[in-house]
């Protein structure tokens, strides 16, 4: 059965690759807390003015917190441990059903090929990092 995680770990590597999409794990909960907490302090000594000064200056800081944190979705699949791989294998296979396949040459064949079945083993992927990972979805543009 270890085969077949690691091709549908593939997949989901194919699958995020081909959508361009890059996530932040922890990086997106300092910057807003940098941005907000900013804000708070500025509004607390200069009022309205203040508010907007705090958010502009803890907006930039988050950036500089947050640069370089995002990964692509490939990279952060990859690096799964196995209770969470096998976690993500078990979500995709209750999708797919009783699809039989060789490699991951096939695998991911049958799935782009499939316009309807791609879409929801792309949202699934999706939701697992959003939920089970806490990641912040963003897609390359």
Not at 24 to 51: D, E, Q, W, Y
Not at 58 to 73: A, I, Y
């Amino acid at each position: 059965m270890g085969h077949r995680i690691n091709d549908i770990m593939k997949l989901c590597c194919e699958l995020s690759a081909n959508q361009q999409i890059k996530c932040t794990v922890t990086g997106s909960g300092k910057g807003a807390a940098a941005a907000g907490g900013l804000a708070f302090a500025g509004g607390l000594v200069g009022g309205p003015l203040g508010i907007a000064v705090g958010g502009a200056v803890g907006g930039l800081l988050g950036c500089w917190l947050t640069s370089g944190q995002f990964k692509p979705l490939p990279q952060i699949i990859m690096e799964l441990n196995p209770e969470q791989q096998n976690k993500l294998y078990e979500d995709l296979i209750a999708i797919m059903g009783d699809i039989q396949w060789t490699d991951v040459a096939q695998l991911t064949a049958l799935v782009m090929g499939n316009a309807t079945l791609k879409q929801q083993l792309t949202a699934a992927l999706l939701s697992y990092v959003t939920k089970e990972l806490q990641a912040e979805v963003h897609y390359v543009d």
